[in-house]
């Protein structure tokens, strides 16, 4: 499993990005501009290169960490997954690129669209020393139109990138997103119930386009849950002094809530179910929410089956569990 964590590479660009710079500044821009995008305001604030240099600062951690584990759940699923070419949609300042070469030592091609400069500007900055990333093609421009003239690539990731639009332009880039996917696409977005509703939008629209769940569902049907709970995930990621003072923030760990599906142009021959929420552990027995072929079950493993019960012990948010009965 990939770390949720930063390569070291990265965070020593962060930290060279920031040498000389007010942090208290850096921290400033980061508030306004977190605050934007909790109000649907996309990337739109980020014009100079302080602020694309507090954005990642303050969200590249948290992105990172989120895109990491979805890939971990797609690669536990598929092991032999061994992808060439991405294409990254909506890049910013080149996260999900940074964690899928990390997660697949396979890919050789990475290709990049993004319409904001600041962001472009510090993504190719903080690839110039990656001995993997330094050559990545990185393409300016309004992303949807970049998408529609981009190359076709083994696997496609949308992270963060969809609630910035309206429900047609959703519509228009689920599709045109399909149509670049050779293998995988992987669409990963904030775990809250509107970020968790335009992942379950886009999945339908697709399945119905002959996709196929590789994860986090055992399932191609429709979501068994039911309103108001959701599906979403949660990661925890270790926060350096630079995101501690950045985000003003005194725990050194942050916890990411996520949604995320990943879809695939053949079916998935086993599909493990889901750990929904993190189990209940108790004197008696362990109780966990699963999503299974069937449906949502609750499991309940009595402490008397010990190896049973020591195999539940294991059970984490977001796990895939072959045999939970």
Known sequence: MTSPDLPAELRAALNAKLEG???????????VISQTYREGGGSGTIKSETDALAYALARMPATYAAVVASLNALTE???DFAPT????????PGTATWATAEALSSLQHFTLLDANGALRTLALELFRDSTRLRDVRYELGQARALLAQAEAAD????????????DA???ALAETLWSKTKDT?????????????RIISLRARLIAAGAHVAAPCPHDG???LVAPDWCHFSQRLQRSRA?????????PFEDERFAYVALMRTPVTARPSRVLAQPDVGKVEISAKLCTAEGVVVAKVPRRTKADYARARRWRWGDAIVNPD
């Open 21 to 31: 710079r007010s942090r208290s500044d850096a921290a400033g821009r980061a508030a």
């Open 77 to 79: 699923i598929r092991p």
């Open 85 to 92: 070419s991405l294409l990254d949609v909506g890049a910013g």
């Open 155 to 166: 696997l496609v990731i949308a992270s963060y990138v969809i609630g910035e639009l309206a």
């Open 169 to 171: 332009g959703r519509t």
């Open 185 to 197: 696409l992987l669409v990963v977005e904030p775990g809250t119930p509107a970020g968790y509703a």
């Open 222 to 224: 429709a979501c068994p």
């Open 243 to 251: 995101h501690k003072q950045v985000k003003g923030a005194e725990l």
